[in-house]
Nanobody, 127 residues
């Protein structure tokens, strides 16, 4: 059974950068699209970014375009989220998730379509 473990969260000031990592185990990592979602205090979880199983396609929510970059290293079974120019509104628990079907890239990534989730890592951005 696949497992995902996020790391790299922390407390930073506005304008700083962080890189989140998600280490996968127990599954064919290189065959699945991967995504990052986040949940801010008092809000619903939302999509942040995703990357296709080959790494050739990426997608982002509008609020992070130009600031966040998702990437993956398939031999290392790891997906990353580089977050630059962080804002207080980026404060949230960030979750890594795996798309449910292998070798398939959907048009959008909805929570019910993500079959495996990590426990999350907290990012706090102070003003």
């Amino acid at each position: 059974q696949a497992q995902l473990v996020e790391s790299g969260g922390g407390l930073v000031q506005a304008g700083a950068s962080l890189r989140l990592s998600c280490a996968a185990s127990g599954g064919a990592f290189g065959s699945y699209d991967m995504g990052w979602f986040r949940q801010a205090p008092g809000k619903e979880r939302e999509f942040v970014a995703a990357i296709s199983w080959s790494g050739s396609r990426t997608s982002y929510t509008d609020s992070v375009k130009g600031r966040f970059t998702i990437s993956r290293d398939n031999p290392k079974n790891t997906v990353y989220l580089q977050m630059n120019s962080l804002k207080p509104e980026d404060t949230a628990v960030y979750y890594c998730a795996r798309y449910k079907y292998p070798n398939f890239t959907p048009r959008s990534y909805l929570e019910p379509d993500m079959s495996t989730w990590g426990k999350g890592t907290l990012v706090t951005v102070s003003s």
